[in-house]
């Protein structure tokens, strides 16, 4: 089955940029959809469709998907972005979906 | 609006059964499929399968095959997660959470869009 592979964790300071990687074989030919959830609370989509974001969703964050990984930005990083993010793919061989085990964003 | 909302906190017993439920409001139950995505304590999202609520059809992820099933009730647009034979390691949070219908065609661009608030399923010698 398909893999994703997210870095545990990502530390940045407060209005700095983190990007939050997430790796898979030929990912760039998927669509990616990243989730952010936060302690005690269910997730919520930030990025769809690589690089779409829901309405509400601030401009800061943004993402990209080429090669084998795809990418979360969020700029201008505020203390409300610690959370865990999620990326996930629909996986054509199984059609299943397929989540990443999530990276942790620590705002310092 | 749309809601998902889930029923409550369960504490079980190893060896023994637990449904949980999903219900919908806000849009058309039979349009959307319903998803399930498992969150042991300290862990990430595992998805574990979604129902159809238009034909009851169901999809699960090879990790919860025959013993996770997945029903519906279109009067009420409910959808039910049961779990049987449980064990220690199935304390999790239990999500459900909306996406497109999908029926044998490319969902990669579906994703979830609507999550319920999650249920507590705590399994215990």
């Known amino acids: 089955s398909y893999v994703l592979t997210q870095p545990p964790s990502v530390s940045v300071a407060p209005g700095k940029t983190a990007r939050i990687a997430c790796g898979g074989n030929?990912?760039?030919?998927?669509?990616v959809h990243w989730y952010q959830q936060k302690p005690g609370q269910a997730p919520m989509v930030v990025i769809y469709?690589?690089?779409d974001r829901p309405s509400g969703i601030p401009e800061r964050f943004s993402g990209s998907n080429s090669g084998n990984t795809a990418t979360l930005t969020i700029s201008r990083v505020a203390a409300a972005d610690e959370a865990d993010y999620y990326c996930?793919?629909?996986?054509?061989?199984?059609?299943?979906?397929?989540f990443g085990g999530g990276t942790k964003l620590t705002v310092l | 609006q749309v809601q998902l909302v889930q029923s409550g906190t369960e504490v079980k017993k190893v060896g023994a059964s637990v449904n949980v439920s999903c219900k919908a409001s806000?849009?058309?139950?039979?349009?959307?499929?319903l998803h399930w995505v498992r969150q042991a304590p300290g862990q990430g999202l595992e998805w574990m399968g979604w129902?159809?609520?238009?034909?009851?059809?169901?999809d699960y992820a090879q990790n919860f095959q025959g013993w996770v099933t997945m029903t519906r009730d279109t009067s009420i647009s409910t959808v039910y997660l049961d779990l049987s034979r449980l064990r220690s390691d199935d304390t999790a949070v239990y999500f459900c959470?909306?996406?497109?219908?999908?029926?044998?065609?490319?969902?990669?661009?579906?994703?979830?869009?609507?999550w319920g608030q999650g249920t507590l399923v705590t399994v215990s010698s």
């Open positions: 806000g849009y058309i139950f039979t349009g959307f499929y």
């Open positions: 129902i159809n609520p238009n034909s009851g059809d169901t």
């Open positions: 469709d690589d690089s």
């Open positions: 030929n990912l760039g030919t998927k669509s």
């Open positions: 959470a909306r996406a497109p219908s999908c029926s044998g065609g490319n969902c990669q661009k579906h994703y979830f869009d609507y």
């Open positions: 996930q793919v629909w996986d054509s061989s199984t059609e299943h979906r397929v």
